[in-house]
């Protein structure tokens, strides 16, 4: 951390903590009587120090008060939020995160991974690492809403919609087979209705996840009328799919689900 603050950086946090501020563009020194060089060297060198975050090239986070005795970073929430929003974007907490909120998994992830409609790839907002997965706007929704301490609502995707996305994004967030072991104890103990995970299915699933979803509801027993839902959304295709996507394409087949159940169901 900078040891101590010269008069630009002092005068900067001044006008930061007086206004409340806790982002800052290039343009909001202007008010301080600072030509666009000063302002680039103050915010450089506050965030080479580590005592602010850089979202973007010309965007800041800062912290309420100066750290003491070592460099500040933002919370995973705002810092999230602050990189969408500068997009004008829409996202929703999923994958790894999700999964742990729920309980599904007791692994607490190092990243922050969420949909959003603005942004693909890796980012870091200090100390915070994001994994975004840009989808169409359409695919957004289905979400609970969370209320950090610091008073922002942070969206997460719901219960249902997170079992659903841990079947249809099973390559990227590694969780077949372990989902289906998630739905089946979800059903069991009604944590999850059968109804809200086909809706999710059908408006965020694709075919595979289709059929892999509703071949699971019928071994649960399902009924008749929920099954008939997914069932009029399969495709005529003659193709087969592994239940578990991992191991080799062998085992008994289900006919109505296109399923080919290499593992035990």
């Not at 946090?13 to 007086?18: D, G, N, R």
């Amino acid at each position: 951390m900078k040891r101590k603050l010269g008069p630009l950086e002092t005068q900067f946090f001044a006008y930061t903590q007086m206004r409340g501020l806790s982002a800052v563009s290039s343009s909001d020194l202007t008010a301080l009587g600072l030509s666009a060089v000063q302002q680039r060297k103050v915010l450089s060198r506050l965030a080479r120090a580590g005592i602010i975050a850089r979202v973007r090239r010309g965007l800041y986070l800062v912290p309420p008060r100066l750290p003491l005795g070592g460099a500040w970073s933002p919370d995973e929430a705002l810092a999230l939020a602050t990189l969408v929003r500068d997009r004008r974007g829409r996202y929703q907490i999923c994958g790894p995160n999700a999964f742990s909120r729920y309980g599904f998994t007791d692994q607490i992830p190092t990243r922050v991974y969420a949909y959003n409609n603005r942004i693909s790839g890796e980012r870091r907002v200090g100390a915070v690492a994001l994994t975004l997965i840009k989808v169409a706007t359409g695919r957004l929704g289905d979400t609970d809403v969370v209320r950090t301490a610091a008073g922002l609502n942070v969206p997460y995707s719901s219960r249902a919609r997170t079992l659903v996305d841990a079947v249809y994004d099973w390559s990227r967030f590694n969780s077949l087979p372990q989902a289906f072991d998630w739905i089946r104890t979800d059903l069991r103990t009604r944590r999850t209705r059968a109804s809200d995970l086909v809706k999710a299915t059908l408006r965020y699933g694709d075919m595979g996840a289709i059929r892999r979803i509703g071949a699971l509801l019928e071994r649960e027993g399902a009924s008749k009328a929920l099954l008939k839902k997914m069932d009029r959304r399969l495709s005529q295709s003659q193709s087969l799919i592994p239940w578990n996507p991992v191991r080799p394409k062998r085992g008994p087949i289900d006919r109505r689900w296109g399923v080919v159940w290499n593992e035990r169901a």
